[in-house]
């Protein structure tokens, strides 16, 4: 009996290269994939014969975090492992009060990911070990997330292009999907290192995140 697995990506060239890890192994079968967390929870409805479920984090309509608390609570049979680009404390924290099993990174290479989806669904906890030394510290000394943030003003556009820059992609994938040239994006990201008083992609990421701009 293959797992059965649905993902949630709302980027198509991350999804690829999920798919992709994925297809290294014939006990892995993926019945669906969504783009968003609204997406996910209609495809469930369709259907919810799906053991585990990937989790990007930042999508529209629905983000990753939303969408697991509500799965937890319509499909509790359901494991759900985050994949993201994202290992900020505030992330993991909130994800695992949603009721996430596990959290990846990206970066995990195929065997990893395939171990931890095998993990998860035995009942363990999927994480990178530095994943897991965070949850251990977060856990210890629970933070506080809802203190005021810097007053920060970014374009809807900025933002679009600051979420792709946050999911590693190049100026050229975020031009193509934008429909913008590169030289545009390049404008637009030196607007946003000059509004957030930062210097490089990932500070721009960081203090966009820890703001919730994305």
């Known amino acids: 009996m293959k797992i059965k697995l649905g993902i949630a990506e709302d980027n ?3 999804l690829k290269a999920i798919l992709e890890k994925l297809a290294f192994f014939p006990d892995l079968e993926v019945k669906f994939h969504a783009a968003n967390g609204l997406d996910l929870l209609e495809k469930l409805e369709e259907d919810s014969n799906v053991e585990l479920i990937l989790m990007d984090i930042e999508m529209p309509k629905m983000d990753g975090i939303k969408a697991v608390e509500e799965v ?3 499909y ?3 494991k759900t492992i985050m994949l993201t ?47 897991a030394l965070k949850t251990l510290k977060l856990l210890r000394n629970p933070p ?6 810097e007053d920060i003003s970014l ?36 607007n946003i290192y000059n509004k957030l008083q930062v210097h490089n ?3 721009a990421v960081q203090k966009a995140v820890k703001n919730r701009i994305i």
């Open 85 to 131: 680009v994202f290992d900020n404390d505030e992330h993991i924290f909130r994800a695992i009060q949603a009721g996430a099993d596990g959290y990846f990174l990206k970066e995990v290479s195929p065997p990893d990911l395939h171990q931890g989806i095998l993990d998860t669904l035995e009942g363990g906890a999927a994480m990178t070990p530095s994943i």
């Open 12 to 14: 198509s060239f991350l």
């Open 144 to 149: 506080n997330f809802d203190k005021p943030k």
């Open 201 to 203: 992609k990932m500070e």
């Open 155 to 190: 374009t809807k556009r900025e933002i679009e292009i600051l979420e792709q820059t946050a999911k590693g992609l190049s100026y050229n994938q975020i031009g193509e999907n934008l429909f913008i040239s590169p030289k545009t994006v390049r404008k637009h990201i030196e």
């Open 76 to 78: 509790p049979q359901i």
């Open 72 to 74: 937890s609570k319509r």
